[in-house]
């Protein structure tokens, strides 16, 4: 006991002389963990990534304000005097580094209690200096001054930042975007990332809430070919390259840096921390007595500053957003803008600001046949935890297989949009739809269809969803693999969307309403097959700890290794269900819930899918239409989810239904554009018939 004692006496003690300069050394380490690893969550969502991301924003900040008040209180002899200069770097911390300010959204919100903490580190960082520093050497004044004023540069520089990312604050030009600035651009990377900016107040008016309308003197100009036409994949690339911008104009200083006003804070603050070295270095010349720990610690500040601000200002002025602001300033700034772009061929900027290309899966079969004797399972249940590891657990991601890639998916949408804009001229074309569009094109709006998407969102999700699955199981005719796996694979997202990330799906977020069918299909299974043949009966326990641990840290995602098992589950979820087929009634849209009938009504709904393909007789494919609606949700999902939870996704590598949704913007504000040079075109024909007519108009003008 008493040794034990004895040896926390030591670590008080050491921690007494020695703890300020253990901070001081975290606080630097964490600016440069954060300078490295802060902008990997534009294309990764890595929960462990985002866990030491979140741990080292948070005491990033908590550290440099302990120790500041540290320093403001403590006493220290003529040995340490070198500890109270530090006080201004802690300021230079505070700031952050150019590429993290906000770690989520609601940081933006909170600008006002940092600008309160601003005045209170200032203050605290001021008195330190006066009361420590002030009657010391001159040149020791003079270079904590420095740093001093560089630090209050930056720290406020961070808060204008997260002012300017409120999405709140968001503003567009009073110029409005020029779409065929794109047709005198290339296709290649680098060039669609200068497209990308030359319209990125499309994307900014879509995030505030701004309806972007074409400028007429756009219309003014008559093209040979549309944006759309000439552009056409490369669309995706132009959207998730605006897409990081906004990624930048919300989570980092992007807002601030790229101005002349950001310039000038940048520049000040490499010159006050480049004067701070050089009065220090002369200063140690002519001055001695310091503590030799100390003087290491100065230094690891002093160069790690200087380091860090030569970084910030180079990925300043090399960065694309300084080509853009260069680019639009025209004639006399070619030369800059050449060097700006030879460097940036070399380092290829624009691949990273492309997106990761997977998209979450989620089906409910696959999670009604687990093995429900999984350690992690059997914990979860005890804590009380079992939704969040389904939802953790059971979530798998899609980026492609031998004949379906996320390309392939994006041509399905782009293709449905195409489809839309061209119905634009029926005026009974409803552009809002969930399906319905697709069914009345293919001839197929019976009337289980027509209940089927016009009941509440969520529940059309997983009666869909189950019926697809169901179709796949079933149908006995020959399929194109693509339409099958697209289809399966759109249905898996929506799904995760439902049940990981309901805040991306328009109207309450009801996350929980696949439980009760679940739990239905677990029923039914156990009153079918007993504990033989139970395709979701729980299997031994593996005690080897090679699979405790892949059970505990893998994902269990939809993946072909249970299909015998949903086969199973699929033939007895339709028996069950068949015998009531006559007797249930469509029901009314957006009227009572049918979570607790979702199995049944799904079972209906793909009887009469089926019975539409049997009535085609091979002559079309079953699955194009199904994978039509779910197209289609996907596009009422993109359109009428909210903007500040597209903008949270932002921050966690990105949703392929953020990318859905501003593609639908750029394609409404492109189709707009051509159709109003079209009527332009009319009215100028008419014009010229009718000359009298288009006097008199001009006049009343």
């Given at each position: 006991m008493e040794a034990g004692v004895k040896e926390a006496g030591r670590l008080v003690d050491l921690w007494n002389e020695w703890g300020i300069q253990i901070l001081v050394l975290v606080s630097f380490t964490l600016q440069v963990f954060l300078l490295i690893f802060g902008g990997i969550r534009r294309r990764s969502s890595s929960n462990a990534l985002?866990?030491?991301?979140?741990?080292?924003?948070?005491?990033?900040?908590?550290?440099?304000?302990?120790?500041?008040?540290?320093l403001s209180v403590d006493d220290r002899s003529d040995e340490h005097q070198l500890v109270a200069f530090w006080a201004p770097f802690l300021l230079l911390h505070l700031g952050g580094p150019d590429n993290i300010t906000a770690y989520a959204l609601e940081d933006n919100t909170l600008w006002l209690r940092h600008l309160q903490t601003l005045a209170v580190q200032v203050l605290g960082a001021a008195y330190v200096i006066y009361r420590y520093v002030a009657d010391s050497v001159t040149l020791l004044l003079l270079a904590s001054i420095s740093m001093f004023v560089a630090g209050v540069l930056k720290y406020g520089e961070r808060i204008w930042a997260l002012n300017c990312g409120n999405i709140s604050s968001i503003t567009v030009s009073k110029f409005k975007p020029n779409p065929y600035q794109l047709l005198s651009m290339g296709t290649s990377e680098e060039e669609i990332l200068l497209?990308?900016?030359?319209q990125f107040d499309i994307c900014k008016g879509v995030f505030a809430d701004i309806i972007m309308l074409p400028n007429p003197s756009v219309l003014s100009q008559s093209k040979p070919r549309s944006v759309i036409s000439y552009m056409g994949e490369d669309l995706y690339k132009?959207?998730?390259?605006?897409?990081?911008?906004m990624y930048d104009f919300l989570y980092t200083k992007a807002a601030v840096i790229h101005t002349w006003y950001g310039f000038c804070i940048h520049f000040i603050?490499?010159?006050?921390t480049a004067i701070t070295f050089l009065f220090f270095q002369i200063m140690i010349r002519r001055e001695n007595g310091y503590s030799r720990v100390d003087l290491i610690i100065s230094y690891i500040l002093l160069v790690g500053a200087l380091v860090l601000e030569i970084i910030s200002v180079c990925r300043a002025i090399l960065s694309t957003w300084t080509s853009s602001l260069l680019h639009r300033r025209g004639r006399g700034w070619e030369w800059p803008l050449h060097i700006i772009t030879s460097f940036s061929r070399r380092v290829h900027p624009a691949s990273r600001r492309l997106w990761s290309g997977s998209i979450g899966q989620y089906n409910l079969f696959h999670l009604c046949t687990r093995n429900r004797n999984e350690i992690g399972t059997r914990l979860a249940i005890k804590l009380g935890l079992q939704d969040w590891w389904n939802k953790k657990h059971f979530s798998g991601t899609f980026s492609h297989t031998n004949s379906l890639s996320i390309q392939d998916l994006k041509k399905l949408v782009l293709k449905a949009l195409q489809d839309k804009d061209r119905a634009l001229q029926d005026k009974d074309t409803d552009l809002d739809s969930r399906g319905s569009f697709v069914l009345k094109s293919m001839e197929s709006y019976e009337d289980f269809a027509r209940w089927s998407v016009n009941i509440d969102f969520d529940e059309s999700i997983l009666v869909w969803h189950t019926a697809t699955e169901l179709c796949i199981r079933k149908s006995k005719a020959k399929h194109a693999k693509y339409l099958t796996e697209a289809s399966e694979v759109l249905s898996n997202y929506m799904m995760f969307l439902l049940v990981v990330k309901p805040d991306m799906l328009p109207g309450a977020a009801r996350n929980n309403v696949h439980l009760a069918s679940c739990e239905q299909i677990e029923g039914q299974c156990h009153v079918c097959f007993g504990d033989k043949d139970n395709p979701v009966?729980?299997?031994p326990i593996s005690w080897q700890p090679y699979y405790i641990l892949k059970e505990l840290f893998h994902h269990d995602g939809p993946?072909?290794?249970r299909i015998p098992q949903r086969e199973k589950l699929a033939e007895m979820v339709w028996s069950f269900s068949e015998f009531a087929l006559g007797s249930v009634r469509a029901p009314k849209p957006h009227g009572e819930s049918i979570r607790d009938s979702a199995n049944m009504y799904a079972v209906l709904l793909a009887n009469e899918l089926l019975s539409i393909e049997l009535r085609w007789h091979e002559q079309r494919d079953l699955f194009e239409l199904i994978l039509g609606v779910w197209v289609e949700m996907l596009l009422y999902a993109a359109k009428h989810c909210s903007q500040v939870s597209h903008a949270r996704q932002l921050s966690n590598g990105g949703e392929f239904i953020t990318i859905v949704s501003l593609l639908a913007h750029h394609f409404k504000y492109y189709s707009?554009?051509?159709?109003?040079?079209?009527?332009?075109?009319?009215?100028?024909?008419?014009c010229e018939n009718n000359k009298p007519i288009c006097e008199s108009d001009e006049k009343l003008v």
């Open positions: 985002k866990f030491f991301l979140w741990s080292a924003y948070l005491l990033a900040d908590s550290t440099a304000i302990y120790t500041l008040g540290h497209g990308a900016h030359s132009l959207v998730e390259m605006e897409l990081s911008l603050s490499l010159l006050g009966a729980a299997s993946n072909p290794s707009g554009v051509s159709r109003g040079i079209n009527n332009l075109s009319k009215n100028n024909s008419i």
